[in-house]
């Protein structure tokens, strides 16, 4: 069922719909104060208007039509800040929703002159009062494929599938997906093995590890780039250790450990996911491979997908706080900080998708599960909208 959501400053007005049960109303006054407050995810679960907010970013793909009223109180007054972290939050809404922006006729600075019209603005309407148009912005129709090749884990793959699940389009072509697989194990030497001990039910997953074992990962990720595609990499999957082997290194996935080659493969140590070590093999890896990539698409085509596990998940009442000793979530977060740090100094020409804090938590509901390194629809929409319109950038 389609729903409607209104933010003002005010309650709608009574013409502006039949029946008050076709709009969910949220105060645009404490939503602002929200958005400019400097908080991280785990000071802000205990305030209460994120609860209702997060029910809005959990349920975005039920919601067809916002509203957003700046006529009121403190409509002419939205400072810099307000400015800024409101035009972010509206940029996040996904394409499918159609967003109405109303404002008053002596609004110093009108917010809606943001909003040039693109192909994949979803900023239908911006009015001067209401009922008002004044400028009509050209909708997302835009229909391309885009070939993609994703080096990482689900919280990759799900931006594609959320998309795909939510607008019934095959917008992005899969090239290539290759996951449980480590960074740090691309460039290490190839491991015999029996390939019958590699008995997982899934075929994916099957030749995922047998990439890992193969050393064949590299190779057929550079090799399915084409001149345009984008190329998105995460750091997920180095949440897991390395094992040692034969002068070589396994990632010690769970798929790997579901197979009967584990007992075979014996490992002489393990190299702790977030020891120094792997993170020097690890930043050299990824190096590299931004490097072969470059040399096929252009730099701005290879996309870190930007992820650390998060703190919380919310049920659709309240949020609930994650393990973190169960999850290492603290010591998996500051791992891969370092790596995107590195990649930001060394690789300025990589693009590096990244969300506000107050998106970057689980939904109880996710397919897979509520783990730390699963999120909801509007942060996986919103790092879609991000690659299309890097897509269509010249």
Not at 26 to 32: C, D, H, K, N, V
Not at 37 to 48: G, I, N, P, Q, R
Request: hydrophobic share 35%.
């Amino acid at each position: 069922m389609s729903e409607n959501y209104y933010f003002g400053y005010d309650a709608p007005p009574e013409d502006m719909f039949i029946s008050k049960e076709e709009v969910n109303y949220i105060e645009l006054g404490s939503l602002i104060d929200f958005l400019t407050e400097d908080k991280v995810l785990s000071l802000a679960v205990d305030d209460s208007f994120y609860f209702s907010f997060a029910t809005f970013l959990t349920n975005i793909t039920n919601i067809t039509n916002i509203y957003i009223s700046f006529i009121g109180n403190i409509g002419s007054k939205l400072n810099c800040k307000q400015k800024e972290k409101t035009l972010e939050f509206i940029n996040l809404i996904p394409e499918h929703v159609n967003i109405d922006i109303i404002e008053s006729i002596d609004h110093v600075e009108l917010l809606g002159n943001n909003f040039l019209p693109t192909k994949i603005n979803n900023v239908m309407r911006v009015n001067t009062s209401l009922n008002s148009v004044t400028k009509i912005l050209a909708s997302n129709s835009l229909e391309l494929q885009i070939d993609t090749t994703i080096l990482g884990s689900c919280d990759s793959r799900d931006i594609l599938r959320v998309y795909k699940d939510t607008y019934k389009k095959n917008t992005f072509k899969i090239n290539s997906y290759i996951s449980n697989n480590s960074i740090a194990s691309l460039l290490a030497q190839k491991i015999d093995y029996n390939e019958k001990k590699i008995n997982i039910k899934s075929e994916f997953l099957t030749q995922c590890v047998k990439h890992d074992l193969d050393k064949t990962t590299l190779e057929q990720t550079i090799k399915s780039l084409q001149k345009e595609s984008l190329f998105i990499i995460d750091l997920m999957d180095e949440r897991f250790d390395l094992l040692i082997y034969n002068d070589s290194v396994i990632t010690n996935s769970w798929s790997f450990r579901s197979t009967e080659a584990k007992n075979e493969l014996k490992a002489e140590t393990t190299l702790n996911f977030n020891s120094k070590e792997k993170l020097e093999i690890s930043i050299n890896a990824i190096s590299n491979l931004i490097s072969l990539a470059s040399e096929i698409i252009p730099s701005k085509n290879i996309i870190i997908n930007k992820v650390f596990m998060c703190s919380h998940y919310f049920d659709g009442e309240k949020f609930i706080k994650f393990d973190k000793v169960k999850y290492t979530i603290d010591e998996y977060n500051s791992f891969v900080e370092y790596i995107y740090d590195h990649i930001k100094i060394n690789h300025s020409g990589v693009t590096q998708l990244d969300s506000p804090y107050y998106i970057s938590f689980c939904d109880s509901n996710h397919l897979w599960g509520a783990h730390p390194y699963h999120y909801n629809n509007t942060f996986y929409l919103s790092r879609a909208k991000q690659l299309k319109l890097l897509a269509m950038r010249e």
